[in-house]
């Protein structure tokens, strides 16, 4: 496997659900982050993490919560999601947290119905 | 919140022809700039990169930066049918937390 993987690709979830994405990068980054990417609207980013650390949580929900157990490797647990979180869900690393120069996974695309 | 303008076309281009992409951006304080393809159904993938005023040219690919007029522009030479995909502009200040990107441009370059 090589760059950024993530699993599942395709999702769907009842509302009463608890599932987790996973992501995996055979980079050696030391960041990671979850971005949501909705039709028509702008890359949201949603977590950033920088060496196992969370360093930033744009004010997302807490039906999102996310895990980092070692910098190769991070998790979006998700539990009592809404329609509208339906999207695709993107990971993706840098180098270090200060790098702008992300690489993405495919993308999990959730439908909650 | 930063903004990131990008028009969201469809941007139409005969083969063989130049692509202008263009892109506004509100943060003056905004440091680095990105051109991501993202092809339909497919991941982001970084394409370009600049931090200096001026043109930077990758291939077929040239960004071009002008920070006093808050704008970044990619433009894509002897476009190909292969390059028809959304490109999207992301915008960075201090701190990956602070990468903003635009809704993206689709493009279609018709053979």
């Known amino acids: 496997e090589t760059g950024v993987t993530q699993t599942p690709r395709h999702l769907v979830m009842g509302m009463t659900n608890k599932k987790s994405l996973k992501c995996e990068q055979h980079l050696g980054h030391n960041a990671m982050y979850w971005y949501k990417q909705s039709a028509k609207k702008p890359l949201e980013l949603m977590f950033v993490y920088s060496l196992e650390e969370r360093v930033e949580n744009n004010s997302v929900p807490s039906r999102f919560s996310p895990e980092c157990p070692n910098s190769s490797h991070l998790f979006l647990h998700l539990h009592t999601l809404q329609p509208e979180d339906s999207a695709l869900y993107l990971c993706?690393?840098?180098?270090?947290?200060?790098?702008?120069?992300?690489?993405f996974g495919p993308g999990t695309r959730l439908t909650v119905t | 919140q930063k903004e990131v303008e990008q028009n969201s076309g469809p941007l139409s281009v005969p083969e063989g022809a130049i692509a202008s992409l263009n892109c506004t951006y509100s943060d003056r304080g905004s440091q680095s700039f990105f051109w991501y393809r993202q092809y339909s159904g497919k991941s982001p993938e970084l394409i370009m990169f600049i931090y200096s005023n001026g043109d930077k040219e990758d291939g077929r690919f040239t960004a071009q930066l002008n920070k006093a007029s808050q704008y970044v522009s990619l433009l894509i030479r002897d476009s190909q049918p292969s390059d028809s995909a959304t490109y999207l502009c992301a915008v960075g200040g201090t701190g990956a937390n602070n990468l903003f990107f635009g809704t993206g441009t689709r493009l279609t370059v018709i053979p």
């Open positions: 993706a690393s840098s180098g270090d947290w200060s790098s702008y120069e992300q690489y």
